[in-house]
């Protein structure tokens, strides 16, 4: 499976990356109690962290709303994740746990202020590419709704789009039966590719020890645009 980054994204952002980790011989299943408490703990801390700094103010947040504006969508509008799930915790209107890929991927989402996404490879056809979406972009999104994806980084297979900063759709969600997985990291263009590197490695470690299975990590960046995924 190829996956590539698209040219008209990192000429309007030379800086930006994509870090992917492909987990393959995993098994999904519900939360140990470990990870369940952890995430609570992590959001319980951010409540309170929020109630001093505004949601605006997280620097994850702050480059995904620049990012936004650079490819002409607009941030207060279509919020990329890490801003819905800021200001949900806000509200108090804690993450629930759902299994235990999902509650990494929020975990992990919330730790490194980025936007995440995980998707079971068994629903992915053919090769895997990241544009930019046009007005007539959409994708039936985990929220309920189909969605419009115009001037967002999408994510695209064959069959069509199924992934974004902004929600991910509901053909490639992960579940129970998912055996094998791609990881999808929306990084900050401010990191560097070893800090990068580093992130991955930290994330599929702990992956693997709650799932077991292998990690294969790579990054996407303007020196290497394409990737091949066993």
């Not at 209107?93 to 996404?117: C, H, K, R, T």
Request: net charge neutral; charged share 20%.
């Amino acid at each position: 499976m190829k996956v590539s980054l698209d040219n008209k994204i990192l000429n309007t952002l030379p800086a930006f990356k994509i870090g992917l980790n492909h987990y393959t011989k995993i098994t999904v299943s519900e939360s140990p109690q470990m990870l369940k408490g952890r995430l609570q703990l992590f959001q319980e801390q951010l409540f309170f962290e929020l109630d001093d700094k505004a949601v605006t103010k997280f620097q994850g947040v702050q480059e995904w709303r620049e990012i936004w504006k650079a490819f002409g969508a607009n941030p207060s509008r279509y919020r990329s994740s890490i801003e819905s799930l800021l200001r949900r915790i806000s509200k108090q209107n804690y993450l629930q746990p759902f299994n235990s890929a999902v509650d990494m991927n929020n975990f992990f989402s919330l730790q490194y202020e980025i936007p995440m996404g995980i998707y079971d490879t068994q629903h992915i056809q053919g090769d895997i590419a990241f544009n930019i979406g046009t007005s007539e972009t959409t994708c039936e999104g985990l929220n309920g709704r189909l969605n419009h994806l115009n001037n967002m980084i999408v994510l695209s297979d064959n069959i069509g789009p199924f992934g974004s900063p902004f929600v991910d759709s509901k053909r490639t969600a992960v579940s129970e039966n998912t055996t094998s997985a791609i990881h999808v990291f929306f990084l900050r263009p401010s990191m560097n590719t070893e800090e990068a590197a580093e992130l991955l490695t930290a994330a599929g470690k702990m992956f693997t020890n709650v799932h077991g299975g292998e990690v294969y990590s790579k990054i996407l960046h303007k020196e290497q645009s394409s990737t091949m995924l066993d």
